[in-house]
């Protein structure tokens, strides 16, 4: 199910996003595909079609594949998306006492904030001191991440409601007063990219939202 979209999509019809597919991940929600074509055309991160495209059928049109595709967890989310790299080099810093990859593999379910490369750049530039993920102390960084996980739900943007939610390292409080906001301990407010390619993006032990800014209690 996971290699089917209910939808026909055609070659030309390819873009940088992710489709839902038939399969179906916590809440019965269908589970993400991630398709790229810049470059090359790749799915679900490493699956890429065979010189056979849009074959015709009475009900739907076939492309033909390299590989049977997996269907992905939050970890796998983050680390097939190149906009999610220093997120990635922050969960997987060696310094860590918490296996981040371990924890985020898990049942869950998960919600998990992820900031983009753009939010820990600015992180970076806010501190003289830091100029790699390397540099930032690890109990600072362990704290940090926690704050961008909820356990125990699967929340779509549709299905964001304002008031505290209870997240690993912390409390944030939703606003969707003014769009979909993030209030954090520490009073910064930060954007949920409501609407963007990495927005409500389904996996099979948790849903995965890209925000602008690092979480910071």
Same mark, same amino acid.
């Given at each position: ?12 019809q ?8 038939? /399969?179906?991940? $916590?809440?019965d929600? @269908? ?6 074509v ?24 076939i492309?033909?594949?390299n590989?049977?595709?997996? &269907? &992905? ?41 992820? &900031? ?6 600015d ?5 003289? /001191? ?6 930032? $102390?690890?109990?600072t ?21 304002n008031?505290?939610v ?7 409080t ?20 409501v609407? /963007? ?12 939202? /890209? ?5 910071? @209690?």
């Amino acid at each position: 199910l996971f290699h089917v979209l209910g939808t026909e999509v055609r070659s030309t019809q390819l873009s940088d996003t992710y489709v839902n597919t038939l /399969a179906t991940g $916590p809440n019965d929600e @269908p589970l993400s595909l991630q398709v790229e074509v810049t470059g090359a055309i790749e799915f679900n991160g490493d699956a890429t079609p065979t010189t056979t495209l849009d074959v015709d059928a009475d009900n739907g049109v076939i492309h033909v594949i390299n590989k049977v595709m997996l &269907p &992905p967890n939050v970890v796998t989310l983050a680390l097939n998306n190149a906009g999610f790299t220093s997120l990635v080099a922050a969960l997987t810093d060696t310094r860590h006492t918490t296996d981040f990859v371990d924890v985020l593999s898990g049942n869950g379910p998960f919600t998990v904030f992820a &900031p983009t490369n753009a939010a820990f750049q600015d992180l970076l530039d806010s501190n003289m /001191a830091w100029n790699t993920i390397a540099d930032i $102390p690890i109990g600072t960084l362990d704290a940090v991440l926690k704050y961008h996980v909820v356990n125990g739900f699967n929340v779509q943007a549709d299905e964001l409601t304002n008031g505290p939610v209870a997240t690993l390292g912390g409390d944030i409080t939703i606003d969707i007063t003014s769009g979909a906001q993030i209030v954090t301990s520490s009073q910064q407010t930060v954007n949920i990219i409501v609407g /963007a390619a990495t927005n409500d993006v389904q996996g099979t032990n948790g849903v995965v939202h /890209a925000v602008d800014a690092v979480l910071l @209690p």
